[in-house]
């Protein structure tokens, strides 16, 4: 920052905040396969699955104790794993906002210990199985992140599930919505400073 008072209103004019937007859309799987979207945070974990035509076959919540994010990140993501090819739910997208469990699966970045066990049995789960790991961002796992969080407001039980659209709360059928008709969602985040000229 100018330690003169002309040069402070010359800097403050020529700032600008250099912001960076993306459009995120969530997208259906093809006919006749599913998609599985998980996430996790410090007190819960849940996982949800969608038909050809964005349509809810499957949706649930968990309460958590005494995990990382990153933890419970990895097993939302296995249970979700786990439930789809025990019900035969392929051709399957798994798609995670966690880009840490991504690179893992890739074989990209190493694996850290407290999910070691929990990458080796996804892995294991699988193999030479149709099955595809996706990356989003947060914007396009919408459904998953309010599951998350719902479940943690919920008094007396530690899990919920949902089997149809019509069970879903109103505001998670609200998502659903918009996701079924490709509704953008803007992210946006903040890079750094920049001025607009030279001082």
Not at 65 to 78: H, M
Not at 121 to 130: S, W
Not at 133 to 147: I, P, S
Not at 183 to 188: K, V
Request: net charge positive; aromatic share 8%.
């Amino acid at each position: 920052m100018p330690s003169s008072w002309p040069a402070i209103v010359q800097f403050l004019e020529s700032y600008m905040p250099l912001i960076h937007t993306t459009v995120v859309r969530w997208k259906c799987p093809k006919r006749d396969s599913y998609k599985c979207n998980s996430n996790g945070g410090l007190e819960s974990k849940a996982f949800c699955i969608r038909d050809g035509h964005g349509d809810l076959v499957y949706a649930k919540a968990w309460k958590i104790d005494d995990y990382s994010t990153l933890e419970a990140e990895v097993k939302g993501f296995k249970r979700g794993l786990l439930y789809c090819l025990s019900h035969n739910l392929i051709p399957l997208i798994m798609e995670t906002d966690s880009l840490i469990i991504k690179k893992i699966l890739d074989g990209i970045w190493e694996v850290p210990w407290a999910i070691s066990v929990d990458i080796r049995e996804i892995r294991e789960a699988m193999e030479n199985k149709d099955v595809t790991v996706l990356h989003t961002f947060r914007e396009g796992n919408k459904l998953a992140d309010y599951l998350t969080n719902m479940i943690v407001n919920f008094a007396g039980t530690n899990s919920i599930h949902f089997n149809h659209n019509n069970e879903l709360p109103t505001q998670a059928k609200s998502i659903l919505q918009l996701d079924k008709q490709g509704t953008p969602n803007i992210r946006i985040k903040k890079g750094k400073n920049k001025l607009c000229r030279s001082l």
